[in-house]
Nanobody, 125 residues
Framework: QVQLVESGGGLVQAGGSLRLSCATS????????MGWFRQAPGKEREFVAR????????YYASSVKGRFTISRDNAKNTVYLQMSDLTPEDTAVYYC??????????????????WGQGTQVTVSS
């Protein structure tokens, strides 16, 4: 059974930083794109960042580019999201997910078939 567990969320002041982790089990991440998404109250789940299976390619939503960094450690089956210069608009539940198809990547939530339970990030002004 594939499981993803996010951690590292919390309450932070605007301008602060957080590092999210996503530990997986039940499937090796080696050949899969990993993504981070977020969902704010009353809004749809949106793409934040993704990283290719080998870590060589990363992609970011325009709203976080330059502030967030996604990385992975395949040996530890873990993906990270370093978030800096946070703003209240970054407040959301953050989810990690595994893309459904080896070698492929996308920004669409429906292309990811395993999800974590989410971790809350709250940024105060």
């Amino acid at each position: 059974q594939v499981q993803l567990v996010e951690s590292g969320g919390g309450l932070v002041q605007a301008g602060g930083s957080l590092r999210l982790s996503c530990a997986t089990s039940g499937r090796s991440l080696t050949f899969y794109t990993m993504g981070w998404f977020r969902q704010a109250p009353g809004k749809e789940r949106e793409f934040v960042a993704r990283i290719s299976w080998n870590g060589e390619s990363t992609y970011y939503a325009s709203s976080v580019k330059g502030r967030f960094t996604i990385s992975r450690d395949n040996a530890k089956n873990t993906v990270y999201l370093q978030m800096s210069d946070l703003t209240p608009e970054d407040t959301a539940v953050y989810y990690c997910a595994i893309h459904s198809t080896m070698w492929r990547g996308s920004d669409r939530p429906q292309d990811y078939d395993y999800w974590g339970q989410g971790t809350q990030v709250t940024v105060s002004s």
